[in-house]
């Protein structure tokens, strides 16, 4: 199963990521929006624990991948991978993989997630997140 593709979209950035749980899904939006920045792979050397807060899916998501935005914007760490996801009443929890972006070849920035298109879609057993971000 891949784990994102990305969609045709007029001003910005579309993608749909995947998985066969909530957790794999939104993981692999997160390597979607690290895709946006570089498409070298990114080798994950500093560990960075996250947490954040959401009423609903959509808001979880949201926040967790503003969450990756910001750690780029402020401390230069791109995403390698995601580990040790954990979504409980309204509330993501996650250890990220991550290395400075200094050592890959950066092609975009991201300004910001919207809710724009969001969709949150358990279909035959699997998950599927779509989402717009403001480049």
């Known amino acids: 199963m891949e784990k994102f593709k990305f969609l045709k979209h007029t001003a910005d950035i579309k993608f749909q990521a995947y998985g ?25 050397k500093t560990k960075k624990k996250i947490s954040v807060l959401g009423n609903d899916d959509k ?27 954990k979504i409980v009443a309204g509330k993501l929890e996650a250890e990220l993989l991550m290395d400075r972006t200094e050592n890959y070849d950066i092609r975009g920035d991201v300004k910001a997630v919207t809710y724009n298109e969001m969709l949150i879609e358990k279909k035959a057993g699997k998950f599927m997140v779509q989402v717009v971000v403001d480049v």
């Open 59 to 85: 808001e979880l998501l949201y926040s967790f991948l503003e969450e990756i935005i910001i750690l780029v914007d402020t401390k230069n760490l791109l995403l390698g991978k995601v580990s040790k996801v």
């Open 20 to 44: 066969k749980s909530l957790k794999e899904a939104f993981s692999n939006a997160a390597l979607a929006l690290t895709a946006v920045f570089s498409e070298d792979e990114i080798k994950g």
